[in-house]
Nanobody, 122 residues
């Protein structure tokens, strides 16, 4: 497994931007597909975005397409999520995860960070 630590969450007004980072340590970073999920109390963890090992392929949930951008820097062992035009419904704990499958479901990823809170005020 790889160890993951998220950062960059916080409080922002609707329409604002945040950039989340996820730093990895342990096994080679480039070996993994990476993703972001988010979760609110009482709800299941929801897929947000994923990026393939090389970074060439990306996938987004319909709810964030055109507003969020996922990227990775394999040289820095870091995953990013640039979030623009934020909405109150984007409020959640955001988790990064790593796995061997470029997928969009929780079982596809077996290493998870602790999460970072994003709160969007109206």
């Amino acid at each position: 497994h790889v160890q993951l630590v998220e950062s960059g969450g916080g409080l922002v007004q609707a329409g604002g931007s945040l950039r989340l980072s996820c730093t990895a340590s342990g096994r080679p970073f480039s070996s993994y597909a990476l993703c972001w999920f988010r979760q609110t109390p009482g709800k299941e963890r929801e897929f947000v975005a994923a990026v393939s090992r090389s970074g060439w392929n990306v996938n987004y949930a319909d709810s964030v397409k055109g507003r969020f951008t996922i990227s990775r820097d394999n040289a820095k062992n870091t995953l990013y999520l640039q979030m623009n035009s934020l909405k109150p419904e984007d409020t959640a704990i955001y988790y990064c995860a790593a796995g061997l499958v470029f997928g969009n479901a929780v079982p596809h990823f077996d290493s998870w960070g602790q999460g970072t809170q994003v709160t969007v005020s109206s």
